[in-house]
């Protein structure tokens, strides 16, 4: 599986966006990239996915560059609730699917 | 709907003790797995099932056995327990492997070993 490279840290005001960005350049056409996070040591949490386009549900946007090198997670309106560490992981949907995490992005937000 | 549950959710052990810890989901998964935490990283995969009567090592298994007890179940046992192995240990559930289907996590068992 690919490698990811994100921020150690980030901070983003309450009510604006939030965007983590995620690097992946040794991604294969096959792999898709994964988005959870972690709220204070709670058991991951999925935010959402995506292997080529841009994908939108109810939590976040994922943004995804057309070389497919990197990505972008955005947060539309950051709450309080949403300060947690942001995992960025691509995978190969293939056979048994382990998931590699990283050290991930830290996001505060605040008031 | 409880989703994916962890028993016990705090345990303190002596060195060279044993102990499971327990992890079931309610989702009519087939794949499960095994991870811990260390503080300050990211999960590492221990174990995982893909499906009934299959187990396979993930990334850090030295240390650890694993049985699916049933579709269910799926448990980890520290034969004997060291410092090292103190960490937060995650189970996760999956519909299938090789799918876009995401993982689901339990709440975590923090386990300290002396």
């Known amino acids: 599986d690919a490698k990811t490279t994100q921020p150690t840290s980030m901070d983003c005001a309450e009510g604006r966006a939030a965007n983590l960005p995620c690097n992946h350049s040794t991604i294969s056409g096959n792999e898709y990239v994964y988005w959870y996070r972690q709220i204070h040591s709670q058991g991951p949490q999925y935010i959402i996915h995506g292997l080529k386009n841009n994908e939108t549900n109810e939590m976040a946007s994922l943004i995804i560059t057309e070389d497919r090198k990197s990505s972008t997670l955005i947060l539309p309106h950051a709450t309080l609730r949403d300060t947690a560490v942001y995992y960025c992981?691509?995978?190969?949907?293939?056979?048994?699917?382990?998931?590699?995490f990283g050290t991930g992005t830290r996001l505060q937000v605040f008031p | 709907n409880a989703g994916v549950t962890q028993n016990p959710k705090f345990q303190v052990l002596k060195t060279g003790q044993s102990m499971t810890l327990q992890c079931a989901q309610d989702m009519n998964h087939n794949s499960m797995y095994w991870y811990r935490q260390d503080p300050g990283m990211g999960l590492r995969l221990i174990y995982y099932s893909a499906s009934e009567g299959t187990t396979d090592k993930g990334e850090v298994p030295n240390g650890y056995n694993v049985s699916r007890l049933n579709k269910r179940e799926f448990s980890l046992r520290l034969e004997s327990a060291a410092p090292s192995q103190t960490s937060v240990y995650f189970c996760?559930?999956?519909?299938?492997?090789?799918?876009?289907?995401?993982?689901?996590f339990g709440p975590g068992t923090r386990l300290l070993v002396l």
């Open positions: 992981i691509v995978r190969v949907a293939i056979n048994t699917d382990k998931l590699i």
């Open positions: 996760a559930s999956s519909p299938w492997p090789g799918t876009e289907e995401t993982q689901y």
